[in-house]
């Protein structure tokens, strides 16, 4: 399966932004789809998922109550819906597919399909 990240931009602090991760060349049905990010000179993490094996959203203590990831089916596009913004969300974020594990869901290393990544930046 190949994956298109679009959505990214600049926007002020407090403001939302959506994130859509589309799929081609096969659909997420049989995968987990997360969303990580990567700040420059940091590593990258673990933002948020949507698991296949039971359908639940996963989230990084960061972005809890703030983001929310849900799948469109008929789209077969996944979105990450990010309110209330703040200058440390300012990063590349990445959609990624794969089946990891549930206890293992956070980690990049259990994803194999790979967005190209689409950048947001949050000014103060």
């Known amino acids: 399966v190949q994956l298109q990240a679009s959505g990214g931009g600049l926007v002020q602090a407090g403001d939302s932004l959506r994130l859509s991760c589309a799929a081609s060349?096969?659909?997420?049905?049989?995968?987990?789809v997360g969303w990580f990010r990567q700040a420059p000179g940091k590593e990258r993490e673990f933002v948020a998922a949507?698991?296949?094996?039971?359908?639940?959203?996963y989230y990084a203590d960061s972005v809890k109550g703030r983001f929310t990831i849900f799948r469109d089916k008929a789209k077969n596009t996944v979105t990450l819906q990010m309110n209330s913004l703040k200058p440390e969300d300012t990063a590349v974020y990445y959609c990624?597919?794969?089946?990891?594990?549930?206890?293992?869901?956070?980690?990049?290393?259990?994803?194999?399909?790979w967005g190209q990544g689409t950048q947001v930046t949050v000014s103060s």
């Open positions: 060349e096969g659909t997420f049905s049989s995968y987990t």
């Open positions: 949507s698991a296949v094996q039971n359908m639940r959203t």
């Open positions: 990624a597919a794969g089946r990891p594990v549930i206890s293992a869901i956070s980690r990049s290393s259990m994803y194999y399909h």
